[in-house]
């Protein structure tokens, strides 16, 4: 508590504002100690919240490892990246698939590169003498029309139609391409495959030619090989281990179960799935460091403020003993019972260790043996161990909650013991105040007093003298 704030002096012999702030620190003592109670309080809190924090990655870390797709952690390799390569989803499995790709889908596409009157397009900012002032298209059965709007001047030009068609997100797309010189308005479904294909209608009523005949579009129209650069939409095309299918998208992702195709150009090409030890590993590697971390945080409590707690000591030595307990009807002898025959191990300091060379080891050899470690029917592998002893710790009744709770608790106290003792600090320094005061007061008169007697006697001894 600070006093100096409301102390003031009087002339005297005394300091007062110095032995009030003396006695005042004194009796503060019980205030500052209470307060620094509650910074150790805090600091708990903050422990008790990263310790449940790691819990709470740590029971994230079991979900992999207690379900089903444990082992369902695929890669897979192609032997033509070139021509087609794949990513695997959930129902993944292992085998091989040859893709045989004899066309690839096709976006339809339009491209006008000559004026009405014949003579090549060279300024995409010219006017388009005739321009349409809207365009409609029917994609898929849809019709959608974009309003083509003027730029400067009045006039439409070709970058005008590009900005106003794109702009309008119809599912087609504008692109103008400067070639020799001379300038294209290229017109392109925005996906591939014949169900996302358009016809143009313009603002004059007239419908675009199919593929390899000549289409126009109001100010505009094809030259020989504006026709030959057009194209029809096309689906893909092609076979998995001999049985044909068809895709409006060269993504292909229903045509085998867990596989994401890709094709990429015309060809042959064979896929490998293979499980992904890596990735298993990774799964288990994530519960290693998860629950070292929780070992680690624990540590540092108790070696802190709370290392008289026995709650903490008791929630260590329960997941630390839980690695000891043998999975139920297995056969170490046969099996893997323990996670120390797959490379996990314990170390001095409570903390786990993964041997990845004896875990890829005890993968190959038996893997649905591995598996059986972590979730088994009679769910007491150890990711399900963990997750319902942690499910307990940070429940309403566990530890962590509870230790919240007390501390607190213990924090309320104190602020309310905190404001007893400002109070009573106030009123103190008040007595201290006045009573030092009037103490300096009346030394202050007795020094006047004795001033002017001294003063008398002189003069008196000054008068016989002479």
Do not use: C, W
């Amino acid at each position: 508590m600070s006093s100096s704030a409301s102390i003031t002096t009087n002339s005297g012999p005394l300091d007062v504002q110095g032995l009030v702030s003396q006695l005042m620190s004194v009796a503060s003592r019980p205030l500052t100690a209470s307060q620094s109670r509650v910074k150790t309080y805090n600091a708990e809190l903050s422990s008790i919240g990263s310790l449940s924090s790691d819990l709470s990655s740590l029971q994230t870390s079991m979900t992999a490892l207690s379900s089903g797709s444990f082992l369902q952690q695929y890669a897979v390799s192609s032997s033509d990246e070139a021509t087609a390569t794949a990513t695997t989803s959930a129902g993944a499995m292992p085998g091989t698939y040859t893709i045989n790709t004899t066309a690839l889908a096709s976006p339809r596409q339009l491209v006008f590169d000559e004026k009405s009157d014949g003579s090549a397009i060279t300024d995409p900012n010219a006017a388009i003498s005739g321009a349409p002032v809207s365009l409609s298209f029917n994609i898929g059965g849809s019709v959608q029309t974009v309003n083509v709007v003027a730029g400067s001047g009045g006039n439409i030009s070709m970058n005008d139609l590009q900005s106003q068609i794109n702009s309008a997100g119809i599912g087609v797309d504008a692109t103008i391409v400067k070639s020799n010189g001379h300038y294209k308005l290229v017109l392109a479904s925005h996906l591939a495959g014949k169900d996302n294909s358009f016809s143009l209608v313009t603002g004059a009523g007239t419908v675009d030619a199919p593929a390899g005949s000549a289409a126009s579009l109001d100010g505009l129209t094809q030259s020989s090989t504006g026709i030959s650069e057009s194209s029809a939409a096309g689906d893909a095309a092609f076979t998995v281990n001999g049985v044909g299918i068809t895709s409006s998208s060269n993504q292909v992702g229903d045509a085998v179960s867990g596989l994401n195709l890709s094709l990429n150009k015309i060809g042959s090409a064979t896929l490998t799935v293979t499980q992904d030890a890596k990735a298993v590993e990774s799964n288990v590697k994530d519960f290693v460091s998860a629950y070292n971390s929780v070992q680690t945080q624990i540590g540092l409590m108790l070696d802190g403020n709370m290392k008289a707690n026995g709650s903490l000591r008791s929630m260590r030595n329960t997941l630390q003993n839980m690695l000891q307990v043998p999975i139920s009807g297995v056969d170490s002898t046969t099996s893997y019972a323990y996670l120390a025959q797959v490379g996990i191990t314990t170390q001095k300091d409570g903390t786990l260790a993964l041997d990845s060379a004896k875990f890829q080891a005890a993968l190959s050899a038996k893997p649905e043996e591995v598996s059986r470690l972590f979730s088994n029917s009679n769910n007491d592998g150890v990711a399900q161990r963990y997750n319902t002893t942690i499910n307990d710790l940070l429940g309403p009744d566990g530890i962590v909650l509870s230790e919240k709770a007390a501390i607190n608790s213990s924090i309320d106290s104190e602020k309310q013991q905190q404001d007893r003792l400002t109070s009573n600090l106030t009123h103190l320094q008040a007595q201290y105040l006045k009573q030092y005061s009037d103490l300096n007061s009346a030394l202050e008169k007795m020094q006047q007093t004795s001033s002017q007697m001294s003063s008398m006697l002189a003069s008196s001894s000054s008068s016989s003298s002479g």
